[in-house]
């Protein structure tokens, strides 16, 4: 089993920033997909950033240029550095990670973006 902890949401302004992270543990040992997702209210979930073992990376359309993933593989963690935020940035974000192909979700963090 694979627990995910994620840290980092809040509140905050308009053009701010904010870093979110995401610790694994337990039976891990190959991660090859960690990404970040988010929900916001009304809406469905989508793709926020990807990055797979090799360092590749992917972004969702609304966040590139604003946001970038990474990894310390040697801490089983994910970030995601979220720059010049806008109000509609606002939703839960949830860490997904691979581990042998399975897919695992963390609980959630709230980032909201208002002034």
């Known amino acids: 089993q694979v627990q995910l902890v994620e840290s980092g949401g809040g509140l905050v302004q308009p053009g701010g920033s904010l870093r979110l992270a995401c610790a694994a543990s337990g039976s891990i040992f190959s991660i090859n997909r960690m990404a970040w997702y988010r929900r916001a209210p009304g809406k469905q979930r989508e793709l926020v950033a990807v990055i797979v073992s090799g360092g590749s990376t992917n972004y969702g359309d609304s966040v590139v240029g604003r946001f970038t993933i990474s990894r310390d593989n040697a801490k089983n963690t994910v970030y995601l550095q979220m720059n010049s935020l806008k109000p509609e940035d606002t939703a839960v974000y949830y860490c997904?990670?691979?581990?042998?192909?399975?897919?695992?979700w963390g609980q959630g963090t709230q980032v909201t973006v208002s002034s």
């Open positions: 997904n990670v691979h581990v042998a192909s399975v897919g695992y």
